[in-house]
C-alpha cells in the first residue's frame, strides 16, 4: 500500500532551520523523482524542489541557496534541510513523487515560521 509520511515540522523564528523528512512506502523508490511541496495558509500547494535518482536537484528559486533536498533509498527516505527560514516559508510541507499522477497525499507536517 502507498504510503507518505512527513516528519519534522515545527514553530521556528526567522533564521532558523528545520530538517524535514519523508518516509516513502512506494514501489520502486529508488527510481523514482521525488520532490517536496507545499502550501501556505490560503494558498495552492506549490513544487518546493525535486531529487532524481542520481541525486540531482533542483530547487524553487525562492528558496534556492537556503534549502536542499536528499535521499537516502537504502531506506526509502527523502529530507528536506531548511536553513535561513523566513516567515513567508510557513506552511505544510508534503512529500510525493514529481511525476503526474501524484500518489495520494500524506498528512504532511507544519512548518510555523514567525518574525
Known amino acids: 500500500q502507498v504510503q507518505l509520511v512527513e516528519s519534522g515540522g515545527g514553530a521556528v523564528h526567522a533564521g532558523g532551520s528545520l530538517r524535514l523528512s519523508c518516509a516513502a512506502s512506494?514501489?520502486?523508490?529508488?527510481?523514482?523523482?521525488m520532490a517536496w511541496y507545499r502550501q501556505a495558509p490560503g494558498k495552492e500547494r506549490e513544487l518546493v524542489g525535486s531529487?532524481?535518482?542520481?541525486?540531482?536537484?533542483d530547487i524553487l528559486a525562492s528558496v534556492k541557496g537556503r534549502f536542499s533536498i536528499s535521499r537516502d533509498n537504502a531506506k526509502n527516505m527523502m529530507f528536506l534541510q531548511m536553513n535561513d527560514l523566513k516567515p513567508e516559508d510557513t506552511g505544510v510541507y508534503y512529500c510525493?513523487?514529481?511525476?503526474?499522477?501524484?500518489?495520494?497525499w500524506g498528512q504532511g507536517t507544519q512548518v510555523t515560521v514567525s518574525s
Open positions: 510525493n513523487r514529481l511525476a503526474t499522477p501524484t500518489f495520494n
Open positions: 512506494i514501489p520502486n523508490f529508488w527510481i523514482t523523482t
Open positions: 531529487i532524481t535518482v542520481t541525486d540531482s536537484t
